[in-house]
């Protein structure tokens, strides 16, 4: 496999390292984005020469510039860029405070934006590149008590979705990494928990709080075969724009575009009501 050069945000921890170790062990050059200097040491030790850490706070849109910029002129022109760096916000919606939500949009929508932005006229310009972002099984399918996080997964998708259409002219690929569950720090230490506080919900929500933080470091999805399955499309030719990861996954997110399409079909006799006799189709 031809070396490339990768930049990846939040590989402290988690698939971001995971998705790191696999592409430093295949030989690429990677630059991975921590918050802190002893994070940054950690992940340089990881492969000498190979490994380059960056301190970088995503929602820090002009930070993200200067660093992709940075990375351009010092390590070489990027190949693969994933924009991993995000985390989960569990609560019920009428319990999850609005600055919580807002803040869980600005790191998990608006940083991995502005990652993706500060590479694509690099790419663009050299006609070639395979920009990627982390969303999740919970942005294909959403479950009762995940309504801040599952509404920031499912806009990444639609702003990936769009973005493909619109840099495929310039041999530019984009794909959406949909992770199930995984065996990572995501539902233990790295969750943010919205303060319980109307107690009609108790009945629905608390067995699935319990089961979260039961199953968290017994999670069926392996972080370093995940890496293994990214690293992998990032070399073939025409990569997928979905890439759903784990066996959990596919049942969720096939029993719910099922859910979806029989809607669809159910409804499409009213849906046809509301155009008039003539118009313009898109």
């Not at 949909?178 to 629905?204: I, K, N």
Request: proline share 3%.
């Amino acid at each position: 496999m031809q070396e490339q050069k990768w930049l990846i945000t939040g590989v402290s921890t988690g698939l971001g390292r995971a998705f790191a170790q696999a592409a430093l062990t295949a030989g690429h050059t990677v630059v991975g984005t921590v918050r802190s200097e002893k994070d940054l040491r950690a992940f340089e030790e990881l492969e000498a020469g190979y490994a380059h850490g960056r301190i970088l706070d995503v929602t820090d849109g002009d930070a993200v510039s200067r660093v992709v910029a940075e990375v351009e002129r010092s390590v070489g022109a990027l190949d693969v860029v994933i924009a991993n760096a995000g985390y989960g916000l569990e609560g019920t919606f009428e319990e999850t405070p609005l600055a919580e939500v807002r803040q869980q949009f600005e790191v998990n929508v608006f940083g991995a934006m502005a990652t993706l932005q500060a590479a694509l006229p690099h790419m663009r310009r050299r006609r070639r590149g395979h920009l990627m972002a982390v969303t999740s099984m919970g942005g294909l399918m959403a479950v009762p008590g995940m309504s801040a996080y599952c509404g920031s997964k499912f806009a990444l998708e639609g702003i990936l979705e769009a973005l493909g259409k619109e840099v495929a002219q310039f041999g530019i690929h984009v794909t959406a990494i949909e992770p199930g569950s995984f065996r990572t720090d995501w539902a233990g230490r790295s969750m943010t928990r919205a303060a319980r506080s109307v107690d009609d919900y108790d009945e629905l929500f608390t067995p699935i709080r319990e089961a979260r933080r039961k199953a968290s470091g017994n999670q069926l999805g392996n972080p370093a075969r995940a890496g293994d399955a990214v690293v992998h499309i990032a070399s073939v030719e025409h990569p997928p724009a979905h890439l759903v990861l784990g066996s959990d996954a596919l049942r969720l997110v096939t029993a719910t575009r099922t859910a979806v399409d029989e809607d669809i079909r159910d409804w499409e006799t009213l849906s046809r009501t509301t155009d008039f006799a003539e118009g313009a189709q898109l």
